[in-house]
T-cell receptor
Framework: NAGVTQTPKFRVLKTGQSMTLLCAQD?????MYWYRQDPGMGLRLIHY???????AKGEVPDGYNVSRLKKQNFLLGLESAAPSQTSVYFC???????????FGNGTRLTVT | RKEVEQDPGPFNVPEGATVAFNCTYS??????FFWYRQDCRKEPKLLMS???SGNEDGRFTAQLNRASQYISLLIRDSKLSDSATYLC?????????FGTGTRLKVLA
């Protein structure tokens, strides 16, 4: 039972490069979320999706884009990476309104 | 005011002690609340859900005070393995905004 799977687990980028983080869930969940976590700080919501084909902005959306073309996948894109985007990125999914979220293992991104 | 606020700690307590954390939330319409445990920047893991006045699971008790808009987490008989960061979340419709977390260190 895979749950929520994030790829890649680690990545190093140079400033200005682009990349896409993939989140896949096999629980048939409607809601999916991308968070970032910086040292000494909590989880900050980047973008989220309440269903296939829908996305919405969270607390810190600038510099990121997302897509939810398939229900099971939620992609997070960085078009032009900046050192300020060095962080740990967590994806999460939820099955119903007001239900708890299930998290992936995280992606550790360093931008030099 | 932030949507969810927590005392960052750290709370340093001896083994066997009882410790409590509070989490205040701003959206009075929130219907459900959750406590997560996070170890050393690994993924958060669900510890407890709170849908009404409270919930108890072994050494852990979560309580909800709607009038004052806070939830609390009580840990009895603390173990070394309880050392972690505890995050609370109070969903606003579909937006799950987390508190910054409270760090607990249980000392031998």
């Amino acid at each position: 039972n895979a749950g929520v799977t994030q790829t890649p687990k680690f990545r190093v980028l140079k400033t200005g490069q682009s990349m896409t983080l993939l989140c896949a869930q096999d629980m048939n969940h409607e809601y999916m979320y991308w968070y970032r976590q910086d040292p000494g700080m909590g989880l900050r919501l980047i973008h989220y999706s309440v269903g296939e084909g829908t996305t919405a902005k969270g607390e810190v959306p600038d510099g990121y884009n997302v897509s939810r073309l398939k229900k099971q996948n939620f992609l997070l894109g960085l078009e032009s990476a900046a050192p300020s985007q060095t962080s740990v990125y967590f994806c999460a999914s939820g099955g119903q309104y007001n239900s708890p979220l299930h998290f992936g293992n995280g992606t550790r991104l360093t931008v030099t | 005011r932030k949507e969810v606020e927590q005392d960052p700690g750290p709370f340093n307590v001896p083994e066997g002690a009882t410790v409590a954390f509070n989490c205040t939330y701003s959206n009075s319409a929130s219907q459900s609340f959750f406590w997560y445990r996070q170890d050393c920047r690994k993924e958060p893991k669900l510890l407890m859900s709170v849908y009404s006045s409270g919930n108890e699971d072994g050494r852990f008790t979560a309580q909800l005070n709607r009038a004052s808009q806070y939830i609390s987490l009580l840990i009895r008989d603390s173990k070394l393995s309880d050392s972690a960061t505890y995050l609370c979340v109070a969903p606003e419709t579909y937006k799950y905004i987390f508190g910054t977390g409270t760090r607990l260190k249980v000392l031998a």
